[in-house]
């Protein structure tokens, strides 16, 4: 019998098997994962390769479970964010591309934050604007009605984007991981965000990661942490679990125990519902 608790949730960050690092799902066996634990869907993530063809062969294969794909800006789609690569994914058989990521591990300030001595992928100018580049992807997520989230931005740099994406019209702008050591966003620079009409995840690998984890040298997230930040904008906040990393839990566990956990801690069933169900699949458009 399905956890009723999982019913209709879609996790919008998945990472599954084939990709460059180990994972403990394949995109088959999470679809398959979510069938029997009740889960609606999920989003495939990869930093490198496209997932939205992946995505259509699943939901193919495994019936039943709504399965979704993105697109990753890093460098195996060029030096620059690539809004060629957006157009013809977008253009693609199934219509299953849902969120296009702006660099993650190669974004011009992971770069610098881990004082690699290479430039990375920018997404800002000199003076902080948002690049042409990054505005015309924009307007091709603004037009799919889809999901243009910030990846490994800045604080600076997620609000300018979150700026920009309003000006254009963008719907969907998400702040990614927002609570996740090193890209947590300030609380100040949230609800900045907030008012320019973001939408903001949090995922259930934040508060689990650090020493004698896949991730050793991320600090996890207070409970009490993330709790000031579900309650500044529940309404326009997600959850997700950011994980299918090989030694933590299943993506559908993890889910399952930030609900309950949220729930534990005071928030309301509503709010869960709409953070786990009712804003995913908005973001999705089911």
Same mark, same amino acid.
């Given at each position: 019998?399905?956890?009723?608790?999982?019913?209709?949730?879609?996790?919008? &960050?998945?990472?599954?098997?084939?990709?460059?690092? #180990?994972?403990?799902?394949?995109?088959?066996?999470?679809?398959?994962?979510?069938?029997?634990?009740?889960?609606?869907?999920?989003?495939?993530?990869? &930093?490198?390769?496209?997932?939205?063809?992946?995505?259509?062969?699943?939901?193919?294969?495994?019936?039943?479970?709504?399965?979704?794909?993105?697109?990753?800006?890093?460098?195996?789609?060029? +030096?620059?964010?690539?809004?060629?690569?957006?157009?013809? #994914?977008?253009?693609? !058989?199934?219509?299953?591309?849902?969120?296009?990521?702006? $660099?993650?591990?190669?974004?011009?300030?992971?770069?610098?934050?881990?004082?690699?001595?290479?430039?990375?992928?920018?997404?800002?100018?000199?003076?902080?604007?948002?690049?042409?580049?990054?505005?015309?992807?924009?307007?091709?997520?603004?037009?799919?009605?889809?999901?243009?989230?910030?990846?490994?931005?800045?604080?600076?740099?997620?609000?300018?984007?979150?700026?920009?994406?309003?000006?254009?019209?963008?719907?969907?702008?998400?702040?990614? &991981?927002?609570?996740?050591?090193?890209? !947590?966003?300030?609380?100040?620079?949230?609800?900045?965000?907030?008012?320019?009409?973001?939408?903001?995840?949090?995922?259930?690998? #934040?508060?689990?990661?650090? $020493?004698?984890?896949?991730?050793? +040298?991320?600090?996890?997230?207070?409970?009490?942490?993330?709790?000031?930040?579900?309650?500044?904008?529940?309404?326009?906040?997600?959850? !997700?679990?950011?994980?299918?990393?090989?030694?933590? $839990?299943?993506?559908?566990?993890?889910?399952?125990?930030?609900?309950?956990?949220?729930?534990?801690?005071?928030v309301s069933q509503k709010h869960i519902d709409a953070m786990a169900k009712?804003?995913? #699949?908005?973001?999705?458009?089911?």
């Amino acid at each position: 019998m399905p956890d009723q608790s999982l019913r209709g949730v879609l996790d919008l &960050h998945v990472h599954c098997d084939p990709d460059v690092k #180990a994972r403990n799902v394949t995109d088959i066996s999470m679809a398959q994962r979510c069938l029997e634990s009740g889960m609606r869907g999920f989003l495939i993530k990869s &930093h490198d390769w496209s997932t939205h063809d992946r995505a259509y062969i699943a939901s193919l294969v495994v019936p039943g479970c709504e399965v979704f794909g993105s697109l990753c800006m890093n460098l195996s789609h060029g +030096d620059k964010v690539n809004p060629f690569a957006v157009s013809q #994914a977008l253009k693609t !058989t199934g219509n299953a591309l849902r969120c296009v990521w702006l $660099p993650t591990r190669e974004s011009a300030y992971d770069m610098k934050r881990n004082k690699t001595g290479r430039p990375g992928i920018p997404v800002v100018d000199e003076h902080g604007h948002a690049l042409p580049e990054v505005i015309r992807t924009m307007e091709l997520c603004a037009e799919a009605d889809i999901v243009l989230a910030s990846g490994h931005s800045s604080n600076d740099e997620t609000v300018e984007l979150a700026r920009a994406a309003k000006i254009v019209g963008l719907k969907k702008f998400v702040v990614t &991981h927002a609570t996740s050591d090193p890209w !947590t966003i300030s609380p100040d620079n949230i609800k900045r965000c907030f008012e320019l009409g973001a939408y903001v995840e949090h995922s259930y690998v #934040a508060l689990i990661w650090g $020493p004698g984890t896949p991730f050793p +040298d991320f600090a996890p997230c207070p409970v009490e942490t993330l709790l000031e930040y579900v309650n500044i904008c529940p309404e326009r906040t997600f959850l !997700t679990s950011d994980l299918g990393t090989a030694g933590l $839990p299943f993506p559908d566990q993890a889910m399952l125990s930030f609900m309950r956990l949220l729930s534990e801690r005071g928030v309301s069933q509503k709010h869960i519902d709409a953070m786990a169900k009712d804003i995913p #699949a908005m973001l999705m458009n089911v």
